[in-house]
């Protein structure tokens, strides 16, 4: 059984910086991409950024040159930098898992605010 486990949310002041962690447990576990996800209240899911395993980003562009996604493939562990935050970056975070486009595997979701 594999479990995403998240950390690091809270609340930050806008223009602050935040990093998410994320780690994979389960003996099994062999997914090509990691990444993260956003909702915010009454908005839809959004992608926020991938990697592969083999060192691949992928940004949506609300993000793009203020977050950066890392990966180390031995721990199963993916991070999210964020820094520049602003307001609309309030959301519930989540880790995935899985293959580009196909993710079997979701966290249980993380808390970010962003006050202004």
């Known amino acids: 059984q594999v479990q995403l486990v998240e950390s690091g949310g809270g609340l930050v002041q806008a223009g602050g910086s935040l990093r998410l962690s994320c780690i994979a447990s389960?003996?099994?576990?062999?997914?090509?991409?990691m990444g993260w996800f956003r909702q915010a209240p009454g908005k839809q899911r959004e992608l926020v950024a991938t990697?592969?395993?083999?060192?691949?980003?992928n940004y949506a562009d609300s993000v793009k040159g203020r977050f950066t996604i890392s990966r180390v493939y031995a721990k199963n562990t993916v991070y999210l930098e964020m820094n520049s935050l602003k307001p609309e970056d309030t959301a519930v975070y989540y880790c995935?898992?899985?293959?580009?486009?196909?993710?079997?595997?979701w966290g249980q979701g993380t808390q970010v605010t962003v006050s202004s």
């Open positions: 389960g003996r099994r576990f062999t997914r090509n991409v």
């Open positions: 990697i592969t395993s083999g060192g691949s980003t």
């Open positions: 995935v898992a899985g293959d580009t486009g196909s993710y079997d595997y």
